[in-house]
């Protein structure tokens, strides 16, 4: 059964760090494009970073760029999002996702279907 279970989330001031954690199980992550998402609260799903399977490239939307940097311990099978400098309107609930499509030269990602989603882990940057 193909799990991702998300942790890290919580509520930090602008300017201060969090990282978050996508353990996955059931399946290996190696094999999977795979990348973060967030949604805001009457805002649009929004593709923030994500890893090609083939050859591990990374994407980072323009939004965040400079800021967060997506990483893979393929011996732990998670992800991770480290998000420094964080401004309120980084304010999500933050999902990790497989069956996506991770394409770091076209600068796009985005879910196929439905996506398989974890449960999301809030975060909250107050001003």
Not at 14 to 21: I, Q, V
Not at 85 to 91: A, S, V
Not at 96 to 110: F, H, K, N, S, V
Not at 113 to 124: A, C, D, L, P
Request: net charge negative.
């Amino acid at each position: 059964q193909v799990q991702l279970v998300e942790s890290g989330g919580g509520l930090v001031q602008t300017g201060g760090s969090l990282r978050l954690s996508c353990a996955a199980a059931g399946f290996t992550l190696d094999y999977y494009d795979i990348g973060w998402f967030r949604q805001a609260p009457g805002k649009e799903r929004e593709g923030v970073s994500c890893i090609s399977s083939g050859d591990g490239a990374t994407y980072v939307a323009d939004s965040v760029k400079g800021r967060f940097t997506i990483s893979k311990d393929s011996d732990k099978n998670t992800i991770y999002l480290q998000m420094n400098r964080l401004k309120p309107d980084d304010t999500a609930i933050y999902y990790c996702a497989i069956d996506i499509y991770c394409l770091p030269m076209d600068r796009t990602m985005g879910a196929v279907g439905t996506g398989s989603w974890g449960q999301g882990t809030q975060v909250t940057v107050s001003s």
